[in-house]
C-alpha cells in the first residue's frame, strides 16, 4: 500500500512540475542611454512676430534645448533629426509609431507652438513608441521671452516620466567667477542657468567672495565675503539685491549653509584658533552653538529633514566626517580610510553624503551611505572639491583647478558635473573662470 | 471482494480528482487584463480644426458622454500649482515681468478626449515628496526585502531548471533580451525593484499577450521607480520580439514569466 503511495505522489509531482510556468531570471541589460527623437515643435502659422524672439525658429531652438539636456544627462541618446520620417504637425497629432521605430527611437517628443497678443502658448506630448501610446501631455503659456525656461520645464516633465524621478533642468548654478592672474584674482559671484545660458554678474568683485549657497526654498542665497580683512556671512535676496551680514560675530565666520526648511543658517565661527558651528535663525536672529570641541568644526551640512548635520572635524587628529544630531548630540565619526576627507554635503534624496577626499596628493570626489558605508570616489584630479547635489540627488557639481607654472601661469579653475554612479563626467561651459559651485532647487517647483 | 471494490472505486476517485486539480488546462485561469492595445483618437479641434472622421466623430461623442477621462500622471493639480512660488527675477530684471512668468508655471494638461487606457495610465496620485519618502522607507525595509528577492530567485531557478527549455536555451533568451533592455540608470540601486511579466507567446516567438504580475503596484504613490522599470522592461520584450524560442515544445514554453531585477546591475 506505501509503494502505491509513493509512486501515486511522484506521478502528481511530475504531472504537475510538467506543466509549471517557465521563468527566466532577467538580471542585466545594457546601458546604453534610451533612444529618443526630439520632434521640431511646429511653429502654428496664426503667430505673430515678438520683440526681441524669432518666432520662426522658436520650434527648433526649443526642440535644441531639450535635445541638449537630455544628452547631457547622459541617460538618453536624441537622434538626428535628419532621421524623422514624419512632419512635426502630423507627428503632433499622431505619430506612425511603426515608422518611427524603424530610426531605433524608442520614445519621441512633438509638440506645438503659438506666438499671439504678447502671449507663447507651448503644448508637448511624449510618446512611448514600443508601446504606441501617449505618455504625457502638457500645454504652458508664458511671455515669448521666457521660451528658454519652457524649454526647462518641458524637459523636466519628460525626464520624469521617462525614469520616475523629479528633474533638474530649470535650475540655477550660483558660483564665484574668476578672472586675472592667480595672485590678483578678481572673484565675483555670478549666476547662470544649469546649461550655461543667461550668465549674470551679482557682485562687482571689489570684495573677495567664496563659498555662495542656495536657500533651498527660494532665490535667496548666503556667501562668505571680506569685509576689513574679516571673513563674514553673508545674506542676499537675488529678487531685491539687498545683501546683509549675518550675526555680529566678534571673530570669523564662515562656511555657511541653509537648513532645508531654508530658515536657519548653518555655519562656522572662529576665534583664537578654534572653530565650531552654530546657526542662526534667521527670523529671531538667536544663534545657538551646536558644536563646543577644541578642535577644527566646519563645513556642517544639514539632512534634508533637519533632523542631523554632518561636518568635518579634526577631533581624531585628522580631519574626518562626522554626523550628529541637529542640537548637536550623539557626535559619531563616520569616516575611517586613509586620507583626509572635507566638505561633507548631504543629498536632497536624503541616502547619501557627497565628499572631497586628499590622499597622497590627489584629490577626489566621492559619496557614502550616511553612516560612512560605501565609500565611492566617483572622481580623481590634481585638485578639485566642493561637491553640490542636483536637486533631485543624482548629479554632482564640482569645481576642478590646474596646476600653475612658477609665475602662476596655466591655471584655470572650471565647473564640473558627474553623475553619481560615475558616468557622465562633463565640463559646464562658462563665461569665465569658475569656482565653488551651488547648484539651486526647481525653480517651477 | 466488496472491500477490494470499494478500495478500487476510493483510489480511483482520489486520482481523478486530483488529476483535475493538477492538469493546467483544469485550472482556472486568474482573470487577465486586456492586452496592451492602444487606440489614440486625438481630439485638439479648437487648436487644429482638422475635421474628424464621422466614425471617429460618434466614437468621440459616446466618450464624452460617459465623462470618463485618463488623467496624465504629469499633471500637476492647477491648485497646487497656483501656490507655487514664482521664478525670482534677477536684479535686472524688471518687476512687471513676475506676473507673467506666473502663468507659466501651470501648465494645462492636453487631454485627449479619448483614449483606451493601458494599464500604465490609470490614475496616480501625484505626491512630490515620494522620493524622499522612499529612500527612507527603502533603508527601513532593506532587509525584508532582500529576503524577498532570494526567495523569488531560488524559486525562479528551481522552475526553470525543473521544466521547459534547458539552460542552453534558457541562456539564449536571457541573452537576447538582455540586448534589448535598456536598464534606466536613474534607478535607485537600493529599492526592491522586480518586475514579474508574464507572457503568451505564439510559436514563432511573438508575443501574444503580456502581462505585469504585480501591475497594481505601477499605480500606488510612492512606486515611481517600479513603474518606470515595468515600462522598460515591457519595451525590452516589445523590441526583443520574435524571442528566441525552441523549435519544438510549444506547450512547455507558450506561457513564461520574465523576472526583471535589476538590483546588481545598478550596484555596479
Known amino acids: ?445 | 471482494m466488496t472491500k477490494s471494490l470499494i478500495y478500487s472505486l476510493i483510489f480511483h476517485s482520489v486520482m481523478i480528482l486530483l488529476t483535475v486539480l493538477t492538469l493546467p488546462f483544469m485550472i482556472r485561469q486568474p482573470i487577465d487584463l486586456p492586452p496592451i492595445v492602444s487606440l489614440e483618437f486625438i481630439q485638439i479641434s479648437d487648436k487644429t480644426n482638422i475635421p474628424f472622421a464621422p466614425k471617429a466623430r460618434k466614437i468621440i461623442e459616446e466618450a464624452k458622454k460617459k465623462e470618463e477621462r485618463v488623467v496624465s500622471e504629469q499633471a500637476p493639480p492647477a491648485d497646487k500649482a497656483k501656490e507655487k512660488p514664482d521664478r525670482i527675477p534677477l536684479p535686472d530684471e524688471k518687476k512687471e515681468k513676475k506676473q507673467i512668468v506666473k502663468k507659466k508655471q501651470n501648465p494645462e494638461e492636453i487631454e485627449p478626449q479619448i483614449r483606451q487606457s493601458s494599464e500604465f495610465e490609470k490614475k496616480e496620485i501625484v505626491d512630490t515628496n515620494q522620493i524622499a519618502a522612499l529612500i527612507d522607507k527603502a533603508k527601513e525595509e532593506e532587509a525584508v526585502k532582500k529576503n524577498k528577492i532570494d526567495k523569488l530567485t531560488q524559486s525562479s531557478v528551481k522552475n526553470s531548471f525543473a521544466t521547459g527549455l534547458t539552460l542552453s536555451e534558457e541562456d539564449a533568451l536571457r541573452a537576447q533580451i538582455f540586448g534589448c533592455w535598456s536598464v534606466p540608470l536613474g534607478l535607485p540601486y537600493d529599492e526592491d525593484l522586480l518586475v514579474r511579466i508574464k507572457l503568451k507567446l505564439k510559436q514563432d516567438g511573438t508575443i501574444m499577450k503580456s502581462e505585469i504580475l504585480d501591475h497594481q503596484r505601477m499605480n500606488r504613490p510612492g512606486q515611481k521607480f517600479y513603474k518606470v522599470l515595468a515600462e522598460s522592461a515591457l519595451r525590452a520584450v516589445r523590441l526583443c520580439q520574435p524571442l528566441k524560442v525552441p523549435p519544438t515544445g510549444y506547450e512547455k514554453w507558450k506561457d513564461i514569466q520574465l523576472n526583471f531585477n535589476p538590483t546588481e546591475m545598478l550596484k555596479g
Not at chain 1, 509549471?20 to 538580471?27: K, S
Not at chain 1, 545674506?235 to 532645508?260: C, H, K, Y
Not at chain 1, 531654508?262 to 576665534?271: T, V
Open chain 1, 1 to 445: 500500500m506505501k509503494r502505491f503511495f509513493l509512486a501515486l505522489a511522484v506521478y502528481f509531482i511530475s504531472l504537475n512540475s510538467l506543466y509549471a510556468l517557465i521563468e527566466v531570471d532577467i538580471t542585466r541589460g545594457n546601458l546604453n542611454p534610451l533612444p529618443i527623437a526630439v520632434s521640431p515643435l511646429h511653429v502654428d502659422i496664426k503667430s505673430v512676430e515678438h520683440e526681441g524672439v524669432r518666432v520662426k525658429e522658436l520650434g527648433n531652438n526649443i526642440s535644441a534645448i531639450i535635445e541638449k539636456n537630455f544628452k547631457n544627462t547622459g541617460l538618453f541618446n536624441p537622434l538626428k533629426k535628419e532621421a524623422f520620417v514624419q512632419k512635426p504637425d502630423i507627428a503632433h497629432l499622431k505619430p506612425r509609431f511603426e515608422d518611427w521605430r524603424l530610426i531605433k527611437a524608442q520614445a519621441l517628443v512633438t509638440g506645438k507652438l503659438l506666438v499671439k497678443d504678447g502671449k507663447l502658448k507651448v503644448e508637448f506630448r511624449l510618446w512611448d513608441l514600443t508601446a504606441a501610446k501617449e505618455m504625457t501631455a502638457l500645454a504652458f503659456t508664458t511671455t515669448p521671452s521666457n521660451w528658454r525656461r519652457v524649454a526647462h520645464i518641458i524637459s523636466d516633465k519628460i525626464y520624469e516620466r521617462l525614469t520616475g524621478e523629479e528633474g533638474y533642468f530649470d535650475t540655477r548654478i550660483i558660483y564665484v567667477s574668476e578672472k586675472g592672474p592667480k595672485s590678483e584674482r578678481i572673484k565675483k559671484l555670478a549666476i547662470m542657468d544649469q546649461d550655461g545660458a543667461n550668465t549674470k554678474y551679482l557682485t562687482l568683485g571689489n570684495e573677495l567672495v567664496l563659498t555662495p549657497r542656495f536657500n533651498p526654498t527660494n532665490q535667496m542665497i548666503t556667501y562668505l565675503s571680506y569685509f576689513r580683512n574679516m571673513p563674514r556671512v553673508y545674506l542676499l535676496d537675488i529678487e531685491t539685491g539687498v545683501q546683509e551680514v549675518v550675526g555680529n560675530f566678534p571673530g570669523m565666520t564662515f562656511a555657511p549653509r541653509f537648513s532645508p526648511d531654508g530658515k536657519k543658517i548653518i555655519m562656522s565661527f572662529a576665534e583664537d584658533g578654534n572653530s565650531d558651528i552654530y546657526t542662526m535663525d534667521l527670523e529671531t536672529r538667536v544663534v545657538e552653538r551646536i558644536t563646543n570641541h577644541s578642535s577644527i568644526d566646519t563645513s556642517p551640512s544639514f539632512s534634508p529633514d533637519g533632523k542631523y548635520i554632518t561636518f568635518n572635524s579634526d577631533r581624531s587628529g585628522l580631519q574626518q566626517l562626522y554626523v550628529m544630531r541637529s542640537d548637536g548630540s550623539n557626535v559619531k565619526r563616520i569616516t575611517f580610510g586613509k586620507g583626509i576627507y572635507g566638505t561633507p554635503v548631504w543629498s536632497p534624496r536624503g541616502d547619501l553624503i557627497a565628499f572631497t577626499k586628499m590622499r597622497k596628493g590627489r584629490f577626489y570626489i566621492g559619496v557614502m551611505r550616511t553612516d560612512g558605508s560605501g565609500e565611492r570616489l566617483l572622481t580623481e584630479n590634481f585638485y578639485q572639491e566642493a561637491p553640490s547635489w542636483s536637486p533631485n540627488g543624482r548629479v554632482l557639481v564640482f569645481y576642478r583647478e590646474t596646476k600653475a607654472g612658477s609665475k602662476g601661469e596655466g591655471f584655470s579653475a572650471t565647473l564640473w558635473s558627474i553623475d553619481i554612479t560615475g558616468y557622465n563626467e562633463r565640463k559646464l561651459t562658462t563665461k569665465t573662470d569658475a569656482s565653488d559651485p551651488s547648484w539651486s532647487s526647481l525653480l517651477s517647483k
